[in-house]
Nanobody, 122 residues
Framework: QVQLVESGGGLVQAGGSLRLSCAAS????????MGWYRQAPGEQRELVAT???????NYDISVKGRFTISRDNAKNTVYLQMNSLKPEDTAVYYCNTNRVQVSGSVWKFGVWGQGTQVTVSS
């Protein structure tokens, strides 16, 4: 089974930085688009940033200019560098891929990590 495991969350003060990592493991031949999503208490999950297999990125307007998404295909890992953090960035951050190639023409869709807590204090 393909698994995504996030790490790097924690408690930081406003203006600080964190770097999140998400490593995919299992029977993986390739990974399509990867992304980071977040969910604050009482709110729905929202997109933060995505990155395609060849490196094209997309950011939510709320984080553009502050966050940077990147990936290392050799390590099946996606990162989220978060700078100039604000209290409103507080949420559980989830790693996601739209699809993973597990063998031949077989793909697994919609894989999510367990989430990592990011808390930004004033």
């Amino acid at each position: 089974q393909v698994q995504l495991v996030e790490s790097g969350g924690g408690l930081v003060q406003a203006g600080g930085s964190l770097r999140l990592s998400c490593a995919a493991s299992g029977s993986i031949l390739s990974i399509d688009r990867m992304g980071w999503y977040r969910q604050a208490p009482g709110e729905q999950r929202e997109l933060v940033a995505t990155i395609t297999s060849d490196g094209s990125t997309n950011y939510d307007i709320s984080v553009k200019g502050r966050f940077t998404i990147s990936r290392d295909n050799a390590k099946n890992t996606v990162y989220l560098q978060m700078n100039s953090l604000k209290p409103e960035d507080t949420a559980v951050y989830y790693c996601n891929t739209n699809r993973v190639q597990v063998s031949g023409s077989v793909w697994k869709f919609g894989v999510w990590g367990q989430g990592t807590q990011v808390t930004v204090s004033s």
